[in-house]
């Protein structure tokens, strides 16, 4: 794919150029572009979530700098913009790598020539997004080609979380073999895990019927009895973080899902682009987790039936609760790594070519 992305450039009606978002904390009821006029508000929608996954929030940070650069283009706004939006969120690292890509673009640049190169660089940042998310796409398509598929039978993927298009400027990562296969004419189906308590598969499943793939949402307590009873044949999740020696956060719930698949003896791979390898972890130890306001776990929002949006308290707000935001998958669970670049087998000696980019160091 993609079917589209979930931002896009336009101009205010003065003719001023902002940012557009897909509100994300809209889906799957709404579908509400948000206007970005200002940085702080790119700030805000990162931190809110409205833009959300590991890839977006890094462009949509890119673009944040943009923002700020056309209201003021010095040195001092840059620094302190720059860190303001690195401050957003902590585990993603593709949202540290974006920002350092845009100041080692800007910084050496006159104020007066970073307004239009800063709108530059965001821009490809977001296409070379895209085109990873293609190849992503490819590399794991052949994977999913290599799958015994008895009688001819739809495949059948696992996912977590959402690896998507929307969280992506392209077409997604755990997706992007989904997509690819499906544009290849193999017959798939997709589990899509629900994802408490921020439940991102629900927008999993609202994109993949946008694309029109079967597949099915259940609990995410449910993983583990679907692949004891042999109806998962591979799982695919996306990355907010990789480690040097290959260990990985992502979205939690992960690490329960790997360790089922190795008891059943399932393929548990990991699509992300190389923005996500940050050489600075040595494993994960050395990876920050986000820890989440307690109320996305004693409440939950969903739709009335009269069509407005609502918040129901599940629990009493005096309710002790533990909303950490992501886990770590510890690399000798993870069959393969699937990058734009080619698919690595999970050990540092295999990584250590995407760790040599020039922009790992
Ligand atoms: O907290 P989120 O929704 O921003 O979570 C990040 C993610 O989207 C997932 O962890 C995903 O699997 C990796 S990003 C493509």
Redesign the pocket.
Known sequence: MPLSSPLRRENAPNGIPRLAILD?TRLPHATHWLPLAHWREAETAIRA?Q???????GITAAYGLALAMQEDASDTQLVEVTARLAAT?P??V?LRWALARMRACLQTLTPAARRNAAWAEADALAAEDAARNHAIGQHGLALLRALPRPGARPLRVM??????WL??AGG???LAPVYAARAAGIPLEVWVSE?RP?N?GL?TAWELREADVPHTVIADNAAGILMAQGKVDAIF????RIAANGDV???VG?LLKALAARRFGLPFYV??PTS?FDAACANATDIPI?E?DGDEVRCVTGMNTAGQPVTARLLPEHTAVNNI??DLTPADLVTAFVTERSVFAAEAAALRPLFAEPEHD
Do not use: S
Request: overall charge positive.
């Open positions: 994300q979530m833009v959300r996954g590991a890839p977006l929030i969120r585990t993603a593709n996912t977590h979380c959402n690896a998507g969280a992506t997604g990562t755990a994802t921020r991102q927008l999740v996306g990355a907010d956060a992502n979205k992960t699509a992300a996500t986000e989440r935001a992501f």
